[in-house]
């Protein structure tokens, strides 16, 4: 159970930045994202610190390919969702984002873990989308940017490809080593997005709050969720990331004054349902 409790909890951190932080922070996504990461880097280096040198050398001596494979996984997954989410409306970026548990269960999964999907878990998948698509569907605007919509796509893809390859690591290196390994290898490959950005410079409260975002998102969220992976079945943990808009949407409601809908009280009911049929189809220890 410690598992679901994990992701649960960070997908609560990833939709509370999403929806309050990340849209207060007037600046281009990329910026954020690459200004987040550097903040997440300097925090788990300094976590880490000098005595612990050996599990970076190890690190890179055994494992810099598979390392190098993750790190462009999570660059590609934070900079074309949250570029996708400054393109076209949230309810867009966030419905086709949460296509990744259909990527992870379906294609991923049975191919590189060779785990094929039960049928608890595919109920599970489709009773999320159902309720994600309820939730959204009077937010949805088809005459939105493509170009949003298909990284929205996108970053569906590249986050289904850490969650199966995450567990590999496991048991082989220690988790804050490849975290600081993915967000030090994600700020160097997003640096040249980030710099091809117009933007002014910005004040002491936009840094302070991109500090925070980098802090809570980067490296709170992402430490839950690889605890997560190494704990529960990485369908069922994917599958948990429906939660994610449900607390993006009340978050909204409570704090930036949008409207709570119909539509998002059906939803929610429907993706929390997801969940539970989720955990109820465990098939390891969590």
């Known amino acids: 159970m410690k598992g679901y409790l994990a992701a649960s909890a960070a997908f609560l951190v990833w939709g509370l930045a999403s929806s309050v932080l990340l849209r207060n922070i007037p600046l281009p996504g990329p910026v954020v994202t690459v200004a987040g990461q550097l903040a997440g880097v300097l925090l788990v280096a300094a976590a880490i610190g000098r005595s612990r040198r050996a599990d970076i050398g190890k690190a890179l001596a055994e ?3 598979r390392l190098t494979m993750l790190a462009l996984c999570f660059a590609g997954c934070s900079l074309t969702f949250h570029w ?11 419905l086709i984002h949460s296509l990744q548990p259909l990527f992870t269960a379906l294609v991923f999964a049975p191919l590189i873990l060779k785990e094929r999907p039960g049928g608890k878990d595919l109920a599970a998948v489709a009773v999320g989308l159902a309720g994600m698509t309820v939730l959204l569907w009077s937010q949805l605007r ?5 170009l949003g ?10 986050f289904a490809g850490f969650n199966v390859q995450y567990p590999w690591f496991e048991g082989r290196l220690p988790r ?10 994600s700020f160097l490959m997003l640096l040249p997005f980030a710099a091809a950005q117009d933007f002014d410079p910005p004040g002491a409260m936009t840094v302070a709050k991109v500090s925070a975002f980098g802090i809570s998102v980067f490296v709170l969220a992402n430490m839950l969720f690889i605890y997560a992976l190494a704990k529960a079945p990485v369908v069922h943990v994917s599958t948990l990331a429906y939660l994610e808009p449900v607390v993006a949407i ?3 409601a409570l704090w930036l004054g949008e409207p709570l809908t119909g539509h998002a ?3 929610g009911a429907l993706i929390l349902a997801s969940g539970a049929v989720a955990v109820s189809g465990n ?4």
């Open 63 to 65: 494992h810099k390919a």
């Open 84 to 94: 996708s989410v400054k393109l076209t409306t949230v309810a867009n970026a966030v």
């Open 142 to 146: 088809w005459d939105g940017s493509w």
């Open 149 to 158: 919509m298909g990284l929205a796509l996108v970053s569906a893809v590249f």
């Open 176 to 185: 804050d080593v490849v975290l600081l390994f993915c967000l030090a290898g």
């Open 250 to 252: 009340a978050a909204a």
């Open 265 to 267: 009280v059906a939803g």
């Open 283 to 286: 098939r390891r220890s969590a």
